[in-house]
């Protein structure tokens, strides 16, 4: 079993920076890949960018060049630091992780709200 706990999302004027933080506790050795999605209301959950074991690291087209996704292994956590924020950018936010012979583990979500 892995559990997930997120951190970091709020409300945040345009052109701003949020960096999002989940917690990943559980059968860390066998997680393949860490990553964030997202889900805006009426649409389908989105990749947004994930980074494999081995730290290579694919990003949306939408988030290239805004958003940076990092892991720190010590502390066992994923970051998304997000910046240039656009009112686009507006959605709930997953972390995710896929674990080998597992499957998929979902955190509980935190809200982005980006201004105009």
């Known amino acids: 079993q892995v559990q997930l706990v997120e951190s970091g999302g709020g409300l945040v004027q345009a052109g701003g920076s949020l960096r999002l933080s989940c917690a990943v506790s559980?059968?860390?050795?066998?997680?393949?890949?860490r990553g964030w999605y997202r889900q805006a209301p009426g649409n389908q959950r989105e990749l947004v960018a994930t980074i494999s074991t081995g730290d290579n690291t694919n990003y949306a087209d939408s988030v290239k060049g805004r958003f940076i996704i990092s892991r720190d292994n010590a502390k066992n956590t994923v970051y998304l630091q997000m910046n240039s924020l656009k009112p686009e950018d507006t959605a709930v936010y997953y972390c995710n992780v896929k674990v080998v012979l597992s499957g998929d583990y979902w955190g509980q979500g935190t809200q982005v709200t980006v201004s105009s």
């Open positions: 559980g059968i860390i050795s066998r997680i393949k890949t």
